[in-house]
């Protein structure tokens, strides 16, 4: 795996064995990197990795201006390589990670990621494509807990051949697809949620 663009483009870093993660591939990180550069979702962004696997979308926004992240994901030995890699990117200081399952109480898992500095600006969802249903719970246990920055830009990978449906407070910005892959770009929008 290596990084795409961006100060630290070209560099290389690791990948869990086994088949429990499934990166995004190359293609659609790139494309993925260029809409939010455009809406300059990267500058100084405070990054939630939901489901991170490799760690990949965290290391892109890293190396395109994004100034710290949370990688989240259940799979400890995932962790423990984003832990590695990060390191070997020099993004040792910029990178926490955290063991949760998300999916089986998404009201208290959330709980457990609170954001010491006012919440998070930039949001990678990628959660295993069976359970992508339960993706909306997550996304309410977020706004519910408050740790979505006005504005918070909010990015859900899901099987292409789906619609994605924002829950109340997100609001549809883009959706793409990249063969198999559909990606959905939403914006935090408070008031919307409060009606």
Do not use: N
């Not at 939010?36 to 489901?51: G, M």
């Not at 400890?76 to 200081?93: F, I, N, T, W, Y």
């Not at 789906?162 to 914006?187: C, E, H, T």
């Amino acid at each position: 795996m290596r990084v795409i663009g961006g100060r630290l483009s070209g560099r290389r870093f690791g990948a869990p064995k086994g088949r429990s993660t499934r990166p995004t591939s190359d293609r659609a990180r790139e494309a993925l990197a260029s809409a939010l550069q455009s809406r300059d979702a990267f500058c100084d962004a405070r990054v939630l990795d939901l489901f991170a696997g490799t760690g990949a979308l965290t290391f892109e926004a890293l190396s395109r201006g994004a100034s710290q992240a949370l990688v989240v994901d259940r799979d400890p030995r995932a962790l423990k390589q984003v832990a590695e890699s990060a390191k070997e990117l020099g993004l040792g200081a910029e990178v926490r990670t955290a063991r949760v399952d998300l999916l089986k109480d998404p009201a208290a898992a959330v709980q457990r990621l609170a954001s010491a500095d006012g919440g998070f600006s930039l949001v990678f969802v990628d959660a295993p494509y069976a359970e992508i249903d339960s993706v909306s719970r997550v996304l309410d246990a977020l706004i519910a807990s408050r740790q979505l920055m006005a504005g918070a830009w909010v990015v859900v990978e899901h099987p292409g051949d789906r619609d994605w449906r924002w829950p109340k407070g997100l609001a549809s910005q883009a959706d793409y697809r990249y063969g198999r892959i559909g990606i959905s770009l939403g914006v935090y929008e408070p008031e919307k949620g409060r009606q």
